[in-house]
C-alpha cells in the first residue's frame, strides 16, 4: 500500500485498534487532518483546549485500560498539551501524543510556531522521537504504542515534521507486527526466590498491613489482590491511586492511608510488622515523615520499576515484575503452604484496628443547616449505587470523593494524583464518556478546579457526552484556605475566590442544563433529577459550607500516628 | 557516606540521546562531575563515561534512572569492578627555562610530555588516573594559563566488558 506521511499515521492508529482521537489542529497538522477527514474508522474529537484533548484521552485511558490518544499542532498547541502530558506521566497513564513539527528544512530557524518539543516534553514522558523520515513513521508509532503501554505505563510523543506529512509524497506502508528495542526489556515475572523471601515474613507476621496503589489498577490485578486480601485475611488499605481495586465496602479494607487517610489506616501502618506495597510507590503523601515511616515493620515491595523500589524508603524484600503474575505467583505458593490464614490468626491486630475504627474518623457535623460537601457525595453515592465513574478536580472535593465514595471495582475513580492538575476533571469526564458511553459519570469539582478547563462543556455538546457535574462551590480555594488555617493562622491570602460567575446560567449558555442548590434537603432530589437526564449533561452547583476542613489530615513533616483530627470525631489528636 | 563513582554506559547514537542523560541529572539534583562521550566501533552505540558522587542511596537510583532511559542500551559502574581510569589533560603554561626544568622533574613520575612549544608557549599533555592529573596541575599552580580536561573513561580489566 502506498500512502503519503500524513495517511501512514492514520492508517497506523487503525492499525494499533484507536477508536478516538482527541485534537485540535493547525499548520504543521494540516496533511493529517486531511487524512483523518478522508476516513471513518479512526473517530476524531475536536475539543477546545490542547490541555482538553490530553486530560480527556487521558480519562478515557484510566477507565478503559487503553491508550489515549492526542494530536496537535506545533509550537502553542504542543505547550497547551504539556500539563496533561505531565500529568499522565505522574499517574503513569499510556498515552500516544502526535505533534506537529515545522517542516525539516526549518527546524532551528525560529520557524513560525516552532517550539522544541521534544525538548521541552523530555522530563515529563516515558519517551519521545522527532520522525526524520517519512519510512519511519509507521514504525514510530509502533514504538509509541509499545512503549506507553508495557512496563510501568506512561505518556509518549511522536513529534512530526509538515513536509514528510505532505499528501505527494508516498511511501509503501507496512505496520509492523511486532517491535523489540534492545534497549528495553521491561520485567513480567518476579523472582521466584524473592516471592518465596515475602511468603515466609508473611508467615510470621503478627500485624501485617497489604499497601496497595495505583499499580493494582493499571496492571489489571484487582482479582488477584481480592484473592489474596480475603486468602490472608489481612487488612487492606489503598493509595489515593488504589482505590476500587479492593473493594471499598469490604470489611477488611481499612480506607485510604496518608496525609488524609483514615485514622485507622495510617495507625496500623505505623503499627504494623509487615507492609505489603503493592503497584505504589511511597509517595510523601503517604509516608508522611520518611524517617518515622513504619518504624516496626519489614517491607515487601512488588513493583514493575526497578526505580520505584527503595526511592524513597528502604524495603527487605523487593519483588520486580508485573503485579498479576507475581501475586499469581504469591497465591500458588500460599495454597502449596497448606496453612490457615484467617482473621483469627491475627485475632488481636483485628481487635486493635477495631478499636481505632471506634474513632469514627470519617464522623463529621450534621446538624446544620449548610450543605456540608460529605453529605453531598454521599448521597452522589446513593443516588448512583456506588456505580458511577466519578472524575474529580484537585481540592477538598477531590479528598472527600476519595473519603465518602467506596469504590468497588477498578478504574472507577479517575483522579490527578501524582502532580495534582486542576482542571483535569471534567475533560477527564468527557474521556470517561466516550469509553463507556452508557455509564454513569460523574465530575466531583470545585469552582475554582472547573473554571481551568471549563471550555470543555462546548465539546461536550458537540459530541453529545452527558456528564453530571458536581461542583462542591464553597466560594474557596478550600484546600489552600485549609492549610492557611492551619499553618498560617487563618491569614487567608487569595484563596478567596470572588466575582464567581453563576454556574447555572453558564451552563445553559453552553447548552446544558444548569441547577444550583443552596439546601440541604435539596441535595438528593437534585441529584436523582440530574441523574435521571440520561441525556443530558447537568451542571450542580451545590453552595456548601465554606469553611469545612479535610480530616484526618497528617501534616506536612509528621508521622503516621500524629493526625489532626475532625472536631466531631470521637478521638481528638493523636491517640498513640 | 558519599563516594565517587565511574558509571559507563552504552547509549543509542542518537540526536537527543546524551541530553536525556544531562536532563535527568539536572531534574533529579544529582551530582555530575564530568562526563564524556563518543562513538564505539559499532556506530549505532554510543559510549559515555560520568563521573558522579553520592550516598549509595543516591547512587542507586542514578543507576536504575539511567537504566529506565529508553536510549540507554546496557549500564556498569565501574568503581565496583576491577578497572582501569584514565583522563587526558592539556595545559598551557608560558615557556621559561624553570619551567621546562620543572616539568622535565614531574614527568619523571607522570608521564606528563611538552607536546608542543609555539611562540614562547608550551602545551604540556598527560594521560593518567584523576588524582595524578589533581596533582600535577596543582604543583603548577598559579602558573597555568589554560587548562582543559577531557574528564575520565574507563575500562573493567580482564574478561567483564561492557557490550550487547
Ligand atoms: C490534594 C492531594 C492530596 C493527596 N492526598 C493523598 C493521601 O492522603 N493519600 C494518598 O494515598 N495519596 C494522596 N495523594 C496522591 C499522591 O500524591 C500520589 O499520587 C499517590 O499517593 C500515589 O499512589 P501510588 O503509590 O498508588 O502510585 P501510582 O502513582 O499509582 O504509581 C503506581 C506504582 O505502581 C507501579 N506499577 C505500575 N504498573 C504496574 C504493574 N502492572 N505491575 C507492578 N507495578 C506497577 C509503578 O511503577 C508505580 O511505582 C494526594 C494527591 C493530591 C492532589
Ligand atoms: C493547576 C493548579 N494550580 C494550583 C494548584 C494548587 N491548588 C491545590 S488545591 C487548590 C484549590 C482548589 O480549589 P477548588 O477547586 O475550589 O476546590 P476546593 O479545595 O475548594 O474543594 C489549589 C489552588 C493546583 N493543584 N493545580
Ligand atoms: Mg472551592
Known amino acids: ?576 | 557516606m558519599s563516594r565517587q563513582h565511574i558509571i559507563s554506559l552504552l547509549l543509542e547514537n542518537e540526536a537527543g540521546a546524551l541530553s536525556r542523560v544531562s536532563g535527568l541529572f539536572s531534574a533529579r539534583a544529582y551530582n555530575i562531575e564530568s562526563l564524556t562521550v563518543a562513538a564505539t566501533q559499532d556506530p549505532t552505540l554510543s559510549r559515555l563515561t560520568l563521573v558522579t558522587v553520592g550516598s549509595d542511596e543516591t547512587i542507586e537510583q542514578i543507576k536504575k534512572q539511567l537504566n529506565k532511559l529508553i536510549d540507554v542500551v546496557k549500564l556498569i559502574d565501574l568503581s565496583e569492578s576491577f578497572s582501569l581510569e584514565r583522563e587526558l589533560i592539556l595545559l598551557k603554561v608560558k615557556k621559561s627555562d624553570a619551567m621546562v626544568q620543572k616539568i622535565e622533574s614531574l614527568s619523571v613520575e607522570s608521564s606528563a610530555r611538552i607536546t608542543d612549544d609555539t611562540d614562547g608557549y608550551l602545551i604540556i599533555e598527560l594521560t593518567g588516573e584523576k588524582v595524578w592529573l589533581d596533582d600535577f596541575l596543582s604543583s603548577l599552580a598559579d602558573e597555568v594559563l589554560e587548562v582543559v580536561r577531557t574528564g575520565v573513561v574507563g575500562l573493567s580489566r580482564g574478561e567483564r566488558s561492557l557490550t550487547v
Open chain 1, 1 to 576: 500500500m502506498e500512502l503519503s506521511g500524513g495517511e501512514i499515521v492514520i492508517q497506523s492508529l487503525k492499525d494499533e485498534g484507536v477508536e478516538y482521537v482527541f485534537g485540535y489542529p493547525g499548520g504543521c497538522v494540516l496533511h493529517i487532518y486531511d487524512a483523518i477527514f478522508k476516513q471513518d474508522d479512526v473517530k476524531h474529537v475536536l475539543v477546545r483546549h490542547e490541555q482538553g484533548a490530553t486530560h480527556a484521552a487521558d480519562g478515557y485511558a484510566r477507565s478503559s485500560g487503553k491508550p489515549g490518544v492526542v494530536l496537535v499542532t506545533s509550537g502553542p498547541g504542543a505547550t497547551n498539551a504539556i500539563t496533561g502530558i505531565a500529568t499522565a506521566y505522574m499517574d503513569s497513564i499510556p498515552m500516544v501524543v502526535i505533534t506537529g513539527q515545522v517542516p525539516r528544512p526549518v527546524i532551528g530557524t525560529d520557524a513560525f510556531q516552532e517550539v522544541d518539543t521534544v525538548g521541552i516534553t523530555r522530563p515529563c514522558v516515558k519517551h519521545n522521537f522527532l520522525v526524520k523520515d517519512i519510512s519511519d513513521i509507521a514504525e514510530t508509532m509502533k514504538k509509541a504504542f509499545y512503549l506507553a503501554t508495557t512496563g510501568r505505563p506512561g505518556p509518549v510523543v511522536v513529534d512530526i515534521p509538515k513536509d514528510i506529512t505532505d499528501p505527494n509524497i508516498k511511501v509503501s506502508y507496512q505496520y509492523p507486527e511486532e517491535v523489540s528495542m534492545r534497549s528495553y526489556h521491561p520485567t513480567v515475572s518476579g523472582n521466584i526466590g524473592q516471592t518465596r523471601k515475602a511468603i515466609k515474613l508473611i508467615k510470621e507476621a503478627k500485624r501485617p498491613v497489604i499497601y496497595s496503589g495505583g499499580g493494582v489498577v493499571l496492571g489489571e490485578a484487582s482479582e488477584e489482590l481480592k484473592q489474596l486480601g480475603r486468602t490472608l485475611g489481612f487488612p487492606v488499605t489503598q493509595t489515593l491511586m488504589g482505590l476500587g481495586a479492593f473493594p471499598g465496602t469490604d470489611p477488611q479494607f481499612i480506607g485510604m492511608l496518608g496525609m488524609h487517610g483514615t485514622y485507622e489506616a495510617n495507625m496500623a501502618m505505623h503499627d504494623s510488622d509487615l507492609i505489603i506495597a503493592i503497584g505504589a510507590r511511597f509517595d510523601d503523601r503517604v509516608t508522611g515523615k520518611v524517617a518515622d515511616f513504619c518504624p516496626h515493620a519489614k517491607i515487601i515491595h512488588i513493583d514493575v520499576d526497578p526505580a520505584s523500589i527503595s526511592k524513597t524508603i528502604t524495603v527487605d524484600v523487593p519483588i520486580v515484575g508485573q503485579v498479576k503474575p507475581i501475586l499469581l505467583d504469591m497465591l500458588a505458593q500460599l495454597q502449596s503452604l497448606g496453612e490457615t490464614f484467617d482473621r483469627a490468626r491475627i485475632g488481636a491486630w483485628w481487635d486493635q484496628i477495631d478499636q481505632w475504627r471506634e474513632a469514627d474518623c470519617l464522623a463529621y457535623e450534621k446538624d446544620t443547616d449548610t450543605i456540608k460537601p460529605q453529605f453531598v457525595i454521599e448521597q452522589l453515592y446513593n443516588v448512583t449505587n456506588g456505580e458511577a465513574f466519578v472524575t474529580s478536580d484537585v481540592g477538598q472535593h477531590q479528598m472527600f470523593a476519595a473519603q465518602y465514595y467506596p469504590f468497588d471495582k477498578p478504574r472507577r475513580w479517575i483522579n490527578s494524583g501524582g502532580l495534582g492538575t486542576m482542571g483535569f476533571g471534567l475533560p477527564a469526564a468527557m474521556g470517561v464518556k466516550f469509553a463507556h458511553p452508557e455509564a454513569d459519570v460523574a465530575c466531583v469539582t470545585g469552582e475554582g478546579s472547573i473554571q481551568m478547563c471549563l471550555q470543555e462543556l462546548s465539546t461536550m455538546l458537540q459530541y453529545d457526552t452527558p456528564v453530571k457535574v458536581i461542583n462542591l462551590n464553597n466560594g474557596y480555594l478550600g484546600m489552600v484556605r485549609q492549610w492557611q488555617e492551619f499553618t498560617y493562622k487563618s491569614r487567608y491570602s487569595h484563596s478567596y475566590l470572588e466575582a464567581l460567575p453563576d454556574f447555572k446560567k453558564l451552563a445553559e449558555a453552553y447548552g446544558h442544563v444548569g441547577m444550583q442548590i443552596t439546601k440541604k434537603e435539596d441535595v438528593e432530589p437534585a441529584l436523582r433529577e440530574a441523574f435521571s437526564m440520561k441525556d443530558r449533561t447537568v451542571f450542580l452547583d451545590f453552595l456548601t459550607d465554606t469553611k469545612e476542613n479535610v480530616y484526618p489530615m497528617i501534616e506536612a513533616g509528621k508521622a503516621h500516628n500524629d493526625m489532626v483530627m475532625a472536631p466531631s470525631s470521637k478521638y481528638k489528636r493523636i491517640l498513640a
